[in-house]
DNA sequence: GCCCTTAATAGTAATGATTACTAATAACAG
DNA sequence: CTGTTATTAGTAATCATTACTATTAAGGGC
């Protein structure tokens, strides 16, 4: 666990974003800084980063998008254009957030299972 | 919009099944039924099935995997072996979800974001 | 500051889920 | 039954992501 300037200039420009980056949209930016960083590694350290939970990945249809921790917050989706939109509030749920139309909402628990556990404590 | 017998097959097996199986492993359980279906036409299938709410999509690491809309409900995903348990119950906090440590969780909202409402009412 | 070990990287090839393409097929309206 | 055309089977292509390997550079010890 080496502190790489590849690591670092990643981190930086993810937590310095509110645009809910791509691996290749934070590869075109870190080539500014560093211009011979590979694709690769902006990959295998985002794994590594969201792994040691510094930063979120959010799954989306055109690839993975990677999003700070620096406030707690939830995203709007939206179904046509796929935009996702920062929710800083809490909850209304009168069917909208902002002029936004909510149609739908999935929430997800992340967590060790079972089996897993039992498995760990050999 | 026909209907034909491939359509009714696969959702026929996703609403009869609990295991939120991925397109390749519908693909294998619908040949039983029409050994000649093609795997192309399982994932155009789920697309629209998606596209109609008719089944849910759940994006994860290893592709993306559908569910039916039986009964509501929300999924506990293990961060270590990628295994979804659906959560039927309402929400304890008591970070855990029967015998599963909860680690994190995700809310997403889905909607029309206010661009695309503008765009549709032209 | 200078080695030395080895984790991390750059560059490239490979993988694998998903989509695109096209000729053939089959819903289904008249 | 017939004609239109949406849908399908089969296959090729795409593209995000991972794997591989020789090279580089952290950073601990001296």
Redesign the interface.
């Known amino acids: 666990m080496r502190n790489t300037k590849q690591k670092s200039l990643i981190l930086n420009i993810v937590n310095n974003s509110y645009d809910h980056l791509t691996a290749e949209e934070i590869y075109e930016i870190a080539r500014h800084t560093l211009p011979n960083i590979s694709l690769g590694t902006v990959y295998r350290v985002l794994n590594g980063l969201v792994d040691d ?1 510094k930063i ?1 990945r959010i ?2 249809s055109d690839g993975d998008h990677f999003d700070n921790l620096n406030e707690l917050h ?8 796929h ?1 996702i ?1 920062d ?1 800083m509030d809490s ?1 209304k749920f009168d069917y909208k ?21 039992k ?1 760990e404590e050999n």
């Open positions: 939970k979120k799954k989306m939830n995203h709007f989706i939206c179904e046509k254009c935009k939109i929710v909850i957030i902002g002029n936004n139309k909510i149609v739908d909402y999935e929430i997800n628990f992340i967590g060790i299972c079972e089996d897993c556990l498995k």
